[in-house]
């Protein structure tokens, strides 16, 4: 039952690009942020260079993405007008304003050999290494906490799969960029990802019911299934040659990174669909009200 | 802030389909106070609907429902004119991350265009899928209870040009109490369809402030029939993104453990 097949609840505005895109550098810049603290603890530089580099890349990319995706890309610090812990998107916006400078400065060690900046390069290091898992995980919250019928059903698993798809990108990103001798821990944290992604995924699909369909069909369909695929490949790419083979360690990485573009595109479209017919929206409220009536 | 002791009464709509006629002249109303724009001369073919839905440029919007049910005759006409629902626990105006939506000494959610980015949070937010973009604006747009009319001591123009009374403005305390005497009239007369819908604070959005009487169940009118803002899960949202984030840490540091 509906009013002509119309949607109930609006579609998100965002575009693909800026806010699947935003979803996808984040959680790269976030998790390659830790890895890179890391690496650099366990003396591992040539792991630790690109992660940084890495991070601070795909966090420029990504604020870009969030101001163009604005209506009104002027009024962008009208986002720090106030602090609302009730807006994920607000506390999304301080972490990010505390995160970003973190992971520049630690680029900056990178790029300048400069005696004072190193200092501050070691403290932006550290800083990101703390604040990226945050950065990666809140995201997860920003889109669930929508009516958008396969996002909020999906709320308690959400942060689980988007610190899997991170952890797996900045691993990807290990994987293509740093030698062979020092790419161990990307090669692990690899596994532990695809893992938790994996199954944080299925977990999802299993308790949200009807709305599990808007992640099987169409384009968010065929987008999870090449992420699931892409992550299976890259893993086991990773961990066959990945310390033997330098074309098979980029080409694991590069699958792991694609893998984790996927799932990002792929849930954002899975929320759209879910938007367009009413039916998910409708038939999960009358389920829960006749629960609640038993 | 609002403050209970010096701000007027709390303000709503009390939508009683069962006298709407269809005239849309609250659209007309609205959309000429409000200085709303053009919203596309469309068709749809569908029913005497042209104006589909609530929308940023739709601040109310007349849905038509042709029924084969014989009550009197063949088949009825349902006849409902929507609005924003101004929200005990307005989703729209917990995420929004300017703090351009606000809630007014009378108790409604309005947007300050002067302070909306754009950020489009609040359109997949709300429940009800009222509020939404203006594309060529870039800001978001919804019915404001026509918040400078309350300023001046009147009455709605939605409300004041209904010809039927199907909306009623006024105190929500007083408009609850005539609601349920209505329902109670129209039930004894045999119109056992006739139901509240958002009149109740226990409800997921703690109830509206403009709420309605149908004659059928609100999906039949493109309303969702147990909306929740989804604010109320955000404590266990935060929980599971703060136990998430302490995993990816984890995780990092497991594979660092082991051979190089």
């Known amino acids: 039952m509906s009013y002509y097949g119309r949607p109930v609840v609006k579609e998100p505005t965002w575009a693909a690009l800026d806010i699947a895109g935003y979803l996808f550098l984040g959680g790269l810049a976030g998790a390659s942020s830790t890895l890179a603290a890391g690496a650099e603890l366990s003396g591992r530089p040539g792991l630790a260079r690109p992660l940084k580099l890495g991070a601070v890349g795909a966090i420029s990319l990504s604020l870009v993405a969030l101001v163009h995706d604005l209506g009104r890309p002027a009024r962008f610090l009208n986002m720090l007008r106030v602090f609302k812990p009730t807006s994920p998107m607000s506390v999304g916006v301080w972490l990010l304003s505390a995160y970003a400078p973190a992971a520049g400065a630690a680029a900056l060690g990178e790029l300048a050999q400069l005696g004072r900046a190193r200092r501050l390069s070691r403290l932006g290091t550290a800083g990101a290494a703390l604040l990226g898992p945050a950065v990666a995980s809140y995201t997860g919250v920003l889109i669930a906490n929508t009516a958008t019928p396969a996002w909020h059903a999906g709320h308690r698993e959400m942060p689980f799969v988007f610190v899997g798809s991170a952890a797996s990108a900045a691993a990807g990103l290990g994987l293509l960029a740093a030698p062979l001798a020092e790419n161990a821990p990307a090669r692990r944290l690899a596994v532990i990802g695809a893992v938790a992604e994996i199954s944080a995924v299925r977990l999802l699909e299993r308790r949200v019911g009807i709305v599990a369909e808007t992640y099987h069909r169409g384009r968010a369909g065929t987008l999870m299934r090449a992420a699931e695929a892409l992550t299976v490949l890259g893993v086991a790419g990773a961990m066959r040659a990945g310390h033997r083979s330098r074309v098979a360690a980029a080409a694991s990485g590069a699958a792991l990174l694609a893998a984790s573009a996927c799932a990002r595109f792929g849930i954002f479209e899975a929320g759209r669909a879910s938007a367009r017919d009413p039916r998910y929206t409708v038939a999960p409220q009358r389920e829960r009200m006749r629960a609640e009536r038993r | ?260």
């Not at chain 2, 609002?2 to 709503?12: A, I």
Request: net charge negative; with cysteine.
């Open chain 2, 1 to 260: 802030m609002s403050d209970p002791v010096s701000d007027p009464p709390r303000v709503g709509f009390f939508t009683d389909t069962s006298l709407c006629i269809g005239c849309k002249a609250c659209e007309v109303a609205c959309k000429e106070w409000n200085r709303v724009p053009e919203d596309g001369l469309n068709f749809t073919g569908m029913s005497f609907d042209n104006s589909e839905r609530l929308s940023a440029d739709t601040w109310r919007h007349v849905a038509f429902i042709e029924q084969r049910k014989p009550v009197g005759g063949e088949f009825r006409w349902l006849m409902a004119s929507d609005v924003c629902k101004h929200c005990t626990d307005a989703a729209c105006l917990d995420v929004c991350p300017t703090g351009a939506l606000f809630r007014t000494e009378f108790g409604t959610v309005v947007v300050q265009e002067d302070v909306c980015n754009g950020c489009g949070y609040c359109v997949p937010a709300c429940p009800y899928g009222v509020i939404d973009k203006r594309e060529d604006d870039g800001r978001v747009w919804k019915c404001t209870l026509c918040y400078d009319r309350l300023g001046a001591g009147m009455e709605p123009a939605c409300a004041k040009a209904c010809p039927t009374d199907s909306i009623q403005f006024g105190e929500l305390e007083v408009l609850r109490e005539r609601a349920s005497g209505r329902v109670q009239q129209l039930q004894q007369a045999g119109v056992l369809d006739a139901r509240l819908y958002g009149h109740d604070p226990d409800d997921g959005v703690g109830g509206d402030g403009a709420f309605f009487l149908l004659l059928d169940e609100p999906e039949v009118y493109g309303l969702p029939p147990d909306p929740v803002a989804t604010t109320r899960d955000l404590p266990r949202m935060w929980r599971n993104a703060a136990i998430a984030a302490a995993g990816l840490l984890g995780a990092v540091g497991a594979s660092f453990a082991g051979r190089r």
